[in-house]
């Protein structure tokens, strides 16, 4: 079994590609994507139906490749349906070293118990999308996130990491948020993630939604307000469309200097009389009880990403 206390936070900037990649070995093997933390090769709504034999033809040969190099993201295949993942797997997951494990898309409760027994069976991370009308609907999300929330907590140990599916939420309001716009701008779809956030982000890893724009003026200031903003409620990492948002999700994985001196104070508390002292800056205040599950997290972090200048 993998270790997910320390590999759910490896994830960090999740790089989605179409299962048809040329090169996209060699450049992996060259180091041609700066901080790719992890891979997702899709074969959901980036590839036509006509094209999806093609594309799991292309992918064989892509996980193949990768098996013959020493360091790698972590890898994921993003499929479609129970279905789906059950061929997939029986035909060419089980033969590849190097996959890490699956992305479920439109996962809600019309298909989680599907789902579920097969990730049981193949023993392998998941990572459920939640993107559908059944989780963005007020008339039925209460319930939904709840049930699911069950569901997951009897197989807590292969839920890797929750995504969300902004773009779909989007497209069943006909928005779409423009570079000057963050997701939380959007307030029918911030209210979705945000009781996403208060019904999974305590007891699982929650990621943050896709940024659309990687090119032209103010791209990457809007990513990092969106970054910002993602950390403040509770998200960690993001999905990547373009290799150029990874180098700055990257850099918003790694935590303050300020953070990770107060969260070594906390993680080695001395006090057996007081649970609250003042900050190694003196700016703030530390307490034990209410600031544990923060310290765990900040400390982990900074072994994976580093701390900021």
């Not at 700066?34 to 292309?58: G, M, N, P, R």
């Not at 997951?93 to 190097?98: L, M, Q």
């Not at 006090?271 to 997290?297: F, P, Q, Y």
Request: charged share 25%; hydrophobic share 40%.
């Amino acid at each position: 079994m993998f270790d997910k206390e320390i590999l759910q936070y490896k994830v960090g900037g999740l790089l989605y590609m179409p299962a048809f990649q040329k090169n996209i070995v060699q450049k992996i093997a060259e180091g041609k994507f700066q901080h790719l933390t992890s891979v997702a090769f899709c074969l959901e709504d980036s590839i036509s139906d006509d094209s999806l034999e093609a594309a799991e033809s292309s992918l064989k040969g892509i996980l193949h490749e990768l098996d013959s190099l020493e360091s790698l993201p972590l890898v994921f295949v993003r499929i479609r349906s129970p279905r789906h993942l059950e061929t997939f797997h029986e035909a060419i997951g089980t033969r590849s070293k190097v996959l890490t494990g699956y992305i479920l898309p439109k996962f809600d409760m019309s298909n989680a118990v599907a789902y579920i027994p097969l990730a049981r069976q193949i023993n392998l991370p998941i990572m459920p999308t939640l993107e559908t009308n059944r989780i963005a609907s007020l008339l039925t999300r209460r319930t939904e996130l709840l049930s699911l929330k069950q569901i997951f907590d009897e197989s807590k140990p292969l839920i890797l990491n929750i995504r969300v599916g902004v773009n779909d939420f989007c497209n069943l309001y006909a928005l779409r948020r423009n570079i000057y716009q963050t997701i939380y701008d959007l307030g029918i779809v911030r209210d979705v993630l945000i009781d996403i956030l208060n019904v999974f982000a305590k007891d699982y890893v929650v990621s943050g939604s896709v940024w659309n724009y990687f090119n032209g003026n103010c791209w990457s200031e809007g990513l990092k307000k969106e970054l910002a903003l993602d950390k403040s409620n509770g998200f960690i990492g993001k999905s990547a469309i373009h290799p150029a948002q990874l180098p700055i999700i990257f850099d918003a994985m790694k935590v303050s200097r300020t953070d990770l001196d107060d969260a070594n104070q906390i993680l080695n508390w001395q006090s057996n009389t007081h649970g609250v002292i003042k900050s190694v800056d003196g700016s703030r205040m530390n307490e034990l009880k209410c600031h544990l599950n923060w310290a765990r997290r900040i400390k982990i972090l900074s072994e994976l990403y580093g701390v900021t200048k």
